[in-house]
């Protein structure tokens, strides 16, 4: 079966800090890989997404980029932080076609 | 406009009412769209995929409208345990993007 990996649950990052946060899924092969945010009391907004090695595709300029070095990786990185980055980080996984997509159980991060 | 748009709630309810969400979507390209449900710092779980002709699962009901770009979801007997926020979600076309609504709100007391 197929599971998602996400770490770390939580995380507190002073400002200017790098992040990187990684995602893998298992149990499938060339899966779509999500990033979302999430900010308290929000919805889900898109960051990226990919549907295969090396493709990003990038919804909300910002601070953040995103790579897929393997198959079934997605790594969120930031080089500097600021406080509005804080929030809940959920990646997702999809298979290719219309199909439903299936979350890791995200990160919570506070820049401080 | 928001690609798509969900009625904000919170939907304050007792056991055992019916409510029912809504949800439209800008795309008319959109070809799939889902239900999740999400609890309280949780992350989101497929509640049910939706399908032109309707669909049921037990309490909950789905429904589609294409030429309206409509999308709603019925929850019948409401339990205390179906509290939470409810996501309507689109697939964009070809390009595999997906998209969520902000979320309904859902209490049910008791």
């Known amino acids: 079966s197929q599971t998602i990996h996400q770490w770390p649950a939580t995380l507190v990052q002073p400002v200017g800090s790098p992040l990187s946060l990684e995602c893998t899924v298992e149990g499938t092969s060339n899966p779509n890989l999500y990033w979302y945010r999430q900010a308290a009391g929000r919805g889900l907004q898109l960051l990226f997404y990919s549907v295969g090695i090396g493709q990003i595709s990038s919804e909300v300029p910002q601070n953040l980029s995103a790579s897929r070095p393997q198959d079934r990786q997605f790594i969120l990185s930031s080089k500097k932080l600021l406080l509005s980055d804080s929030g809940f980080y959920l990646c997702?996984?999809?298979?290719?076609?219309?199909?439903?997509?299936?979350f890791g159980q995200g990160t919570r991060l506070t820049v401080v | 406009r928001k690609e798509v748009e969900q009625d904000p709630g919170p939907f304050n309810v007792p056991e055992g009412a019916t409510v029912a969400f809504n949800c439209t979507y800008s795309n008319s390209a959109s070809q799939s769209f889902f239900w999740y449900r999400q609890d309280c710092r949780k992350e989101p779980k497929l509640l049910m995929s939706?399908?032109?002709s309707g669909n049921e699962d037990g309490r909950f009901t789905a429904q589609l409208n294409r030429a309206s770009q409509y999308i709603s979801l019925l929850i019948r007997d409401s339990k205390l345990s179906d509290s939470a926020t409810y996501l309507c979600?689109?697939?964009?076309?070809?390009?595999?993007?997906?998209?969520f609504g902000s979320g309904t709100r859902l209490l049910v007391r008791p």
């Open positions: 997702a996984w999809s298979d290719q076609g219309n199909t439903e997509a299936f």
């Open positions: 939706v399908y032109s």
């Open positions: 979600v689109v697939l964009m076309d070809s390009s595999y993007k997906l998209i």
